[in-house]
């Protein structure tokens, strides 16, 4: 559980989700002429692939 890298953005304008699975480079994403929205862990959890949704096969 250390490898905990992952960072998810959340673009407020059009809902879309980006997973940033590398170390970023300081880059800002940018998703609708917008700064995307870098998600806590309690955001995030939900919509991390390795946390799958409750009723998933
Ligand atoms: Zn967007």
Not at 4 to 12: A, I, L, P
């Amino acid at each position: 559980m250390a490898e905990d890298k992952d960072k998810v953005y959340k673009c407020d304008e059009c809902q879309k989700i980006v997973y940033l699975m590398e170390a970023g480079r300081g880059d800002e994403l940018k998703c609708c002429d917008r700064k995307m929205k870098e998600m806590s862990e309690k955001e995030k959890e939900p919509y991390h692939p390795r946390f799958p949704r409750p009723g998933a096969p």
